[in-house]
């Protein structure tokens, strides 16, 4: 299988293209080296992959006519698309910025898999799009229609679409509900590597809120693996489908327990300094996952005990030999 992949040496792309091509695929990786963090992050974890069946091509997802040109030749049998402005708060600062990419971006990816004859479409969304909802664990049924941040707003966009062209052209659309993802190779914006940075560096932790909101968080193996088996479930069809699905921890951890448990894993006395909520933040996140289980025998492998030890790990070997990113 030749598969491309948006934001291929992003945090989840690069993962996800490494385990495709330890599966012996073809990957054709996308990205426009945004920076919203250091490029030599993503060009570090994509450096040893197998030039003869990994390609890398930097362009713009907004840019339809360079990747029709790109790929028109390429046999491509699946989009993977993972690229995106991510992060809720910076979408507040610039929400212009976030609707070009992220909307304008996933109708461009959708226009080439409809040009090219490429019926095969995943979806990297969020569970952002739930929104302030009140049942919990969250399904795919739930209301969606109350967003409160332009990156929630741009992500169940990017559904909707999907969902037009699954509508039109017939193609297999799967939109993956992420949830909290984290591991190696993790943004640098992201709380736990934000976290794990102060610790090394002797700052306070930057506790926004009371410590109680509630994540499900999930590792980025995992969200991996739901991703192949999407892409297995979508090849192995007889007829296009549509379907949004759920990718999460299926359990909930206090941001308290969260700074304690990272601080364990690095063991590293933690000093905590609390602030204002943020606006956009929401209260909690909770993955119902019977539908990945039903439909893609997915569930996740790592508990975020082991998770975070895994985390803690990497990122003292990452900083080791090199300067700690400024937090």
Known sequence: MHVCVTGGAGFVGGHLCRRLLDEGHRVTAIDNFDPFYPRAIKEEGIEDFPRER???IETDICNTDAFLQAL????VDAIVHLAARAGVRPSIEAPMAYEETNVGGTQSMLEVAQELGIGTFIYGSSSSVYGTNDTVPFAEGDPVDAPI???AATKRSGELLAHTFHHLYGLTVHCLRFFTVYGPRQRPDQAIHKFARQLLTGQPITMYGDGTSRRDYTYVADIVDGIVRSLRRAKGLDAPEHEIINLGGSETTQLRDLISGIAEAMDI???IEQLPTQPGDVERTYADISKAKRLLD????TPIDEGLQKFADWVKAYYEDRPVLEV
């Open 298 to 301: 997915w569930t996740p492998e």
């Open 54 to 56: 990994f390609t890398l």
């Open 269 to 271: 006395a933690p000093e």
């Open 72 to 75: 028109h030749a390429r046999d």
């Open 149 to 151: 941040s332009p990156y």
